[in-house]
């Protein structure tokens, strides 16, 4: 991502936080659904949903960053995003419109940034007042993060 | 290359010439005699070695040909079928399958076929050195474009054959001559227009310029047909006049014998002497024409990927008319109603197709078979007669793509194990032969396919101390077993009866293999048997892995689907009954102790507590094992779609899939092999 001089991107919200997907890993955006629980996976994965005929894991993106998870609200939504091999749904408390983000304004990870583990965090950006982290997404669902989460599989 | 679009076609079709030349070459063998079995044998390395050629696949061809050479010869009676002969033509279409296979890898298909070429002209030499300089002809002529020699001077000898053939059984050898019209734009079209008409009222046997180049375009305006007809000169033209934009036809009768046309007054001889060969040449010319048939027969292959597309899509649509149904349902809108249910019908009936064009007849996976166990009864030295019924037997196609491997498998351990030899077999009272059968049919939702042979049968005895000393089994153990079980350890991983291992069988890895295989499609294997009469293998598979019933039942307030296939049934158990056994909840059912799961247990499932009197529990089987899955309600039978739960999730754990009901939420389906252990 780093050659590229427009970061193109939809933010989402978390915890009153703003971060950035790529733009063109994202599938579609869905309002909250019947999620079917999975038993025996990652907290953090909430189960399954059907999209268009095909069965896809849905993330709570607020569990996975180790924040408090809340009842969804009318804004909540799901973040389809496309990987290689499959795709998945993040929940969000909201997702905004896509946004240009100049290279320049994108700053490495500061080293703490809260509580939050910040190997999945590219990089920081201001535009105007806002601050926006950009999420590193295949450190998001990157096997080993949740391989102890998910222990109980055995 | 634009060859790579052909490329899809040639191997398949190779594949398929191949399978023939298999097929035909082990019917030769059981009856030497038979031509119209050489006829057809020729007929595919010709075919073989023109395609091979085309795609520029040189020493496919040059194997071909010499083939082709050797059973020419034994076409014109120059050569008699010998077992050695048939041994070095199988040799030969397993080297050339071997090179088919290498084009499919994406390898050139060169090959060193000098041996087998050298052990072909051998034969070829050995009986009629002169032979190959009568064999040299057809292949240059195949070589030669087609401006050198006149029209049809040059026939190779198939071709003058089916002339022949064609005399003596009063046909008309016609040649035709189409001048196109000045002003014709679409050139191929009509030819094509033109062929049509000719391979309605009979065959092409040639064509100058070749069909390619008429298809091509590559021709002026007139071009000339070799014809194999029953109607007269008269007859065919008029036909052929039907087609427009064609200046003139020329229909004369064609004597490859003097290369020459003459008038039809000869064929009135022709005719006398054919009759006396008519039945034997007829039964030819229909085989003959069965082949082209199958052929020109309106089939196209599609990618299994389309049609897994397609059915998705249907599902979607499935799921929006179980939507609309409800909602024309509460609507109460008469007209709504019976549009949704016209709908319905006719998705159902499509659902029907689409299912169906899934499934491949299991000849598929069976036809290789004979040649397989031909190979190795040689091999072996045993004498073994195969017998396979319900080749036509209709299977998913991804179960046909799973289970050769494990047949094959157990083939060969049948007639490595099972089948005695000839000596044996004498001094048992047993007919010299061995007999083994392949067996194939439906019943119920399921296809069963047997294995049996009437061998030695499985040593109780043998297998339980093998097994006792391989640790699979205790002492104590063995005693307890019944016959069934103990047929069942063959099949557990590091196991192997016979007492010398052979390159047949007898690695003792082979059997648990296949037992997996066969319990990853969802069957199951049972093995039956009688010492010294023979073993039974019966493999038991689902129709389709896409489609399977199920029994929906509810956790609180989650829906899981448990397959019908591991179901034995269904039970309301009350609280009393349930018995403590090692601190294990265990249930009387029918005499047998049966294991208690709880699924809220397993799944974790968020639970209020409420204790209820009775539980409904779904009584699951595996192999011979038992347990009780305790739920809270059962919702109903369904067809279900089955779905993976994504690369994501990867193996979860009891579950084997997911399916989307008719409300469009996701069921999860319990993998009830992982729940009995």
């Not at chain 2, 104590?476 to 047949?504: C, H, N, P």
Request: hydrophobic share 40%; with cysteine.
């Amino acid at each position: 991502m780093e050659e590229v001089s427009n970061y193109k991107s939809i933010v989402i919200e978390l915890d009153k936080e703003e971060y950035a997907i790529p733009v063109e890993v994202v599938g579609a955006i869905e309002r909250m659904q019947h999620i079917t629980r999975v038993p025996k996976t990652a907290s953090f994965v909430k189960g399954v949903i059907n999209l268009r005929g095909v069965v896809t894991p849905i993330i709570d993106l607020r569990e996975r960053f180790g924040m408090s998870s809340i009842e969804s609200t009318d804004s909540t939504r799901i973040i389809i995003v496309q990987m290689e091999n499959f795709s998945v749904g993040f929940i969000v408390d909201a997702a905004y419109d896509v946004l240009d983000i100049p290279e320049e304004s994108i700053e490495p990870a500061p080293k703490v940034i809260g509580t939050v583990d910040a190997d999945y965090i590219e990089g920081v950006a201001k535009v105007g007042k806002r601050l926006i982290m950009l999420l590193q997404l295949d450190r998001v669902l990157s096997q080993e993060s949740f391989v102890n989460a998910k222990g109980l599989e055995g | 290359m634009e060859n790579n679009e052909y490329l899809e076609v040639f191997i398949e079709e190779s594949k398929e010439h191949i399978q023939s030349l298999n097929d035909q070459l082990l019917i030769l063998e059981k009856e030497p005699e038979n031509m119209g079995t050489v006829g057809e044998i020729f007929r595919s390395a010709h075919t073989l070695k023109g395609m091979a050629a085309t795609m520029g696949y040189q020493d496919l061809a040059d194997l071909t040909h010499k083939m082709e050479n050797v059973l020419d010869l034994v076409r014109n009676d120059q050569l008699k079928i010998t077992t050695a002969i048939i041994d070095v033509i199988f040799q030969a279409v397993d080297q050339l399958e071997g090179m088919v296979l290498d084009i499919v890898d994406g390898g050139d298909g060169s090959s060193d076929v000098q041996g087998l070429v050298n052990k072909l002209q051998a034969i070829e030499s050995k009986e009629d050195p002169e032979s190959i300089n009568t064999q040299e002809a057809p292949t240059t002529n195949e070589k030669t474009s087609p401006s050198i020699y006149g029209h049809f001077n040059q026939l190779d000898q198939f071709e003058t054959a089916i002339l022949d053939q064609s005399l003596e059984s009063s046909h008309y050898n016609l040649e035709i001559k189409v001048k196109l019209n000045e002003n014709c734009l679409l050139k191929a079209a009509r030819v094509y227009m033109v062929f049509e008409v000719l391979e309605q009222v009979g065959e092409v046997i040639k064509s100058d310029p070749s069909v390619q180049e008429l298809e091509e375009e590559n021709f002026e305006l007139e071009f000339h047909v070799l014809l194999v007809t029953k109607d007269t000169p008269e007859e065919v033209k008029k036909k052929i006049l039907k087609v427009s934009e064609i200046e003139e036809v020329t229909v004369s009768v064609f004597d490859h014998h003097k290369q020459e046309s003459i008038s039809s007054t000869t064929e009135s001889e022709a005719e006398d002497a054919g009759i006396e060969n008519r039945t034997e040449n007829k039964q030819q010319t229909d085989n003959k024409k069965k082949t082209t048939k199958a052929v020109t027969s309106k089939t196209i292959r599609v990618n299994i990927d389309r049609l897994d597309g397609l059915m998705n899509l249907f599902e979607e649509l499935v799921i929006d008319r179980g939507r609309l149904e409800q909602i024309s349902s509460s609507l109460k809108h008469a007209e709504l109603q019976e549009t949704v249910e016209r709908m319905t019908r006719i998705s159902g009936d499509l659902q029907n197709i689409i299912l169906n064009m899934r499934m491949v007849p299991i000849e598929q996976v069976f036809n290789r078979f004979p040649r397989m166990v031909r190979q190795l009864s040689k091999d072996l030295g045993k004498k073994i007669n195969l017998e396979i019924v319900g080749a036509e037997t209709e299977l998913d196609r991804t179960v046909i793509d799973e289970i050769g491997d494990p047949l094959v498998h157990l083939i060969r351990n049948a007639l490595d194990h099972g089948v005695e030899t000839p000596e044996n077999r004498k001094a048992n009272g047993k007919n010299e032969e061995g007999h083994l059968l392949l067996k194939a049919y439906h019943s119920g939702n399921h296809v069963f396919i047997e294995i049996s042979d009437d061998g030695a049968g499985i040593n109780r005895d043998k297998v339980v101390s093998k097994a006792i000393a391989n640790k699979v089994i205790t002492d104590e153990e063995a005693s307890q077993l019944s016959d069934k079980q103990v047929y069942q350890l063959i099949m557990s991983s590091g196991f192997s009866t016979a007492d010398v291992i052979s390159d047949v069988s007898g690695r003792g890895v082979g059997l648990d293999v296949v037992k997996n295989t066969i319990e990853s499609l969802g069957g199951s294997i049972t093995i039956e048997s009688e010492e010294g009469k023979g073993s039974l293998f019966s493999i038991q598979l689902p129709l389709t892995l896409s489609i399977i019933s199920v029994l929906l039942v509810e956790v609180e307030k989650e829906k899981y689907a448990v397959p019908l296939s591991s179901i034995i049934e269904t039970a309301i158990i009350n609280k009393n009954d349930i018995l403590n056994a090692h601190n294990k909840k265990v249930i009387d059912f029918r005499g047998k102790v049966v294991p208690l799961i709880d699924l809220k247990n397993v799944f974790e499932v968020p639970t209020e507590e409420e204790d209820d009197e009775l539980y409904s529990v779904v009584i699951i089987r595996k192999g011979d094992k038992m347990a009780g899955l305790v739920v809270d309600t059962f919702i109903g039978q369904q067809e279900i779609v089955l779905k993976s739960l994504g690369d994501y999730l990867g193996n979860v754990f009891a579950i084997s899939g997911a399916t989307i009901l008719g409300d469009g939420q996701v069921a999860l389906i319990v993998d009830t092999n992982t729940l009995i252990n």
